[in-house]
């Protein structure tokens, strides 16, 4: 009876909150237009806020920037026109009674004035931000990262619902884009390449179980799948492109947050009244850490243990151009202690005690600077660093004793240095030339303890790496130039180079792609390119053990893997929210490393776990291939709800240097996503919202046990010989998200609750053999989890 009475009470609250006052409360809209491909102010646009009555819009100033006062909150939708340029829409954003809404608005010129009414009708939401991609790119709200269930607020996690890509497991957010090993993907931030932003990512990774990006700080960014433009390299399967918003220039704002990830605080604002610049600032601390510490046990054994913290500085000034100073970093770290009651676990079994922390951070200092109204220079200065450290002690849990097992101590510092120079010749063509240098400087070492090494000169400890204070270099440079013939027909060309200095191998790397609007509304598009990524750096420095005791490197000589990437695209914007769209791809990797002896061994398997494996003795030897067709069919919100249907199907394939064609580790075959959203509004005050989502994909690939011979040796021994060609069980998962937001004077409130696998469907995540029973057992992905999140805008 007692917690009936408590949920009538919250009820009765709730509702109170909704209809206790009948006032409409309202916030302002800010922003700025700029040319899309130049990005210089538009003064005179006009900006429309659609459906109110009277209508609401004005004007922007000679800066571009525009003020709308008294909006009322809840959905709001924009419209944004020029002479000469062809209108852009912000469809129903979100305008928060505890939060200014600032809109960066691109308005991109019409190439022929005679085709503006053509496309008047239309905003084409589906068009990624940059203006050099025509094929397998898009754009996303950071409010997607939010609103899709399972995507908890992760952009990797997010990205796991569009065409073409696959998680690579529960536990981690690496992804797996058309078949390629998670290594192949790119992170950039502001159009600076930045390590690995997860919180307990292994060196060489891209991924990690937490991410560091503060959906609370970016903005609107675009995602790549591949055949991407020139002024990306060293990537091979996909392009991460964030943007950290800028924070408030004219007022004082402040986030709060609690959720399973974290409690956060977050403000911005300007430094003072008197100056355009502005500050942007969060901090993050694990909440089940601040639980722990308090005495509440809300998680079995082992405790994760992170913080994290990102900030921007916007300092425009009169004469130099506009300077910033961003920065991401986080700490992280975890133990798994053992206790009479501790059954072990796939990666930590019973005996063994680990320590494991993971440092990362970046900061940057950039410059924008217009030489004139067609031409700016955007240079940076950035220095970042990545460590990991782990130690693995075998124990005995009588006397408390501990001897060391394993041991790794491996850091990576990058210092970097980089320009870009932007030219818009006329409204038919424009160009882009930069450069990028970075030096880094490692320090790797780590060992393992094998007993039957008895003859090893550190005391049967096995080295794998032992390198300190090496430098390497990487030069990379490109130039790209995009034709309009109007504004039906557009082509683009680029190159890329790159050279790693230390062992002066490198690629030069040609780009094309042409987009051809066949209707207002479709266009075909056709696009290739050849990529081109260096090794993990720690791969290139893997000892190598010879008869006589003593260490070599055989893998300093390593070239780039190189990709060539073909793809075609269809695109249609059905109706003004609804969007088809469906790409083929072929994708051949060459220049692989391989094992010099004729093993399945190959790096296109490498890269999606909490720990890389070291192996030496690596040559170019090794080939792939990747093929796929996509579908992707999307209502966009409007009219209270959305939908998406992706699907992908699709063959990753390689060869070692042995000859024989096997299935990747990554090869899925195929993947169906479908999401779909719905949201009530309450009042005045009140949005409350459902999202759905439901995943289907191939199974798992892993590596078969050889249960015979793992009774023999006492531990598990793999066929490699049939390397990944057991699939498991498909995946399959639903997802769910309820949440509810709440305007009140000067502030705003949201609750969410994110349900996690609510059939607590057992996906299998791979095979390991129990010594104790001599039998194989699998080992499973995430159960059903609730995940809860509040959080206040003021």
Not at 315 to 339: H, M, N, V
Request: charged share 20%; proline share 3%.
């Amino acid at each position: 009876m007692n917690q009936q009475r408590f949920y009538l009470f919250i009820l009765f609250e709730l509702f109170f909150l909704i209809h206790a006052s009948p006032q409409d409360f309202t916030q302002t809209i800010r922003g700025v237009v700029v040319d899309a491909v130049i990005k210089t102010p538009i003064p005179g646009a006009n900006i429309i806020v659609l459906d109110t009555d009277p209508m609401i819009g004005t004007t922007t100033d000679r800066d571009g920037l525009f003020r709308i006062e008294n909006v009322s909150v809840g959905r709001v939708s924009i419209k944004v026109s020029f002479i000469g340029y062809k209108p852009a829409f912000i469809r129903n954003a979100i305008l928060k009674s505890g939060k200014e809404l600032f809109l960066d608005l691109k308005l991109e010129e019409n190439i022929e004035e005679l085709e503006e009414v053509m496309v008047k009708a239309f905003a084409r939401k589906d068009r990624p931000i940059n203006e050099m991609a025509f094929v397998s790119a898009r754009s996303f709200t950071i409010e997607e990262t939010e609103r899709y269930a399972g995507g908890l607020g992760d952009p990797s996690r997010m990205a796991q619902n569009f065409a073409g890509v696959l998680s690579a497991g529960d536990q981690r957010n690496d992804i797996v884009i058309r078949g390629n090993a998670p290594t192949g993907l790119l992170w950039r931030l502001d159009g600076i390449n930045i390590p690995n932003p997860n919180h307990f990512g292994a060196m060489g990774s891209t991924g990690g179980p937490i991410s560091m990006l503060n959906n609370n700080l970016l903005t609107n960014s675009d995602f790549y799948t591949g055949a991407f433009p020139a002024e990306f390299g060293n990537a091979l399967s996909g392009v991460f492109d964030l943007n950290m918003r800028n924070g408030n220039n004219e007022k004082r704002e402040y986030v709060g947050q609690i959720g399973f990830n974290g409690f956060e605080f977050g403000a911005e604002g300007p430094f003072s009244k008197n100056h355009l610049g502005s500050y942007l600032v969060n901090y993050r601390y694990s909440t089940l850490s601040v639980m722990n510490a308090i005495g509440f046990k809300v998680a079995e054994g082992a405790v994760p243990e992170y913080q994290d913290l990102s900030f921007k500085l916007n300092l425009p000034t009169k004469k130099a151009g506009r300077f910033t100073f961003t920065g991401i970093g986080g700490k992280s770290y975890i133990e798994f202690l053992q206790d009479e009651e501790y059954e072990g676990t796939y990666d930590n079994p019973v005996g063994l005690n680990t320590r494991s922390g993971t440092d990362m951070g970046v900061i940057t200092l950039s410059n924008l600077y217009y030489i004139n109204d067609k031409t700016w220079v955007k240079s940076f200065v950035s220095v970042a660093g990545m460590q990991v450290k782990n130690k693995i002690d075998s124990t005995n849990i009588d006397t408390g004793t501990e001897k060391l097992f394993y041991l790794e101590e491996n850091a990576e510092f990058r210092y970097s240095f980089g320009t870009k120079l932007k030219k818009k010749i006329n409204k038919r063509n424009n160009f882009d030339l930069g450069v990028i240098f970075d030096g880094f400087s490692i320090d790797y070492v780590d060992s393992v303890y094998l007993e039957e090494y008895n003859d090893l000169p550190f005391n049967n400890y096995m080295v794998m790496t032992n390198t300190r204070k090496k430098w390497i270099f990487l030069i990379q440079a490109f130039g790209q130039w995009q034709h309009h013939f109007n504004d039906r027909v557009s082509i683009y060309g680029g190159l890329h180079y790159q050279i790693l200095t230390n062992n002066n191998t490198g690629a030069l790397e040609p780009r094309f792609s042409v987009k051809w609007n066949v209707a207002k509304q479709q266009s075909f598009s056709f696009g290739y390119g050849l990529h081109s990524q260096i090794q993990p750096l720690i791969v290139y420095y893997t000892e190598s053990l010879l008869p006589g005791g003593s260490y070599v490197q055989t893998n300093t000589e390593l070239k780039p893997t190189k990709s060539h990437q073909w793809v075609l695209a269809y695109d249609n914007l059905l109706a003004t929210n609804f969007r088809l769209k469906i790409e083929t791809y072929y994708q051949y990797l060459f220049d692989v490393p391989v094992e010099s002896n004729p093993t399945p061994y190959s790096m296109l398997n490498y890269g999606a776990s909490f720990h890389q494996a070291r192996m030496d003795s690596l040559v170019n030897e090794g080939t792939g291939k990747n093929m796929g067709l996509e579908f992707t069919l999307e209502k966009f919100f409007s009219n209270h709800y959305y939908a998406l249907l992706t699907a992908s199907i699709f063959d990753s394939k390689y060869k070692s240097l042995d000859g024989i064609e096997r299935n990747t580790q990554f090869n899925g075959n195929y993947v169906v996503n479908a999401l779909a959203g719905y949201e009530f509004k309450l009042g005045k005050k009140g949005l409350l919202s459902f999202d759905l989502k439901v995943v289907n994909a191939g199974g798992k690939r892993f590596l078969l046990i050889d249960k015979e011979q793992s009774e023999i040796e006492g531990w598990a021994v793999y066929d490699f010989t049939n390397a990944f060609e057991k699939r498991s069980d498909p995946y399959f998962r639903l997802d769910s998200r309820i949440s509810f937001r709440l305007n009140q004077r000067k502030m705003s409130q949201e609750w969410a609750m994110d349900l996690q696998n609510i059939a607590n469907r057992q996906n299998i995540f791979n095979q390991y053999y129990d010594a104790t029973t001599n039998e194989v057992k699998f080992n499973y992905q995430m159960g059903f989890f609730p995940m809860f999140l509040y959080r206040i805008n003021f």
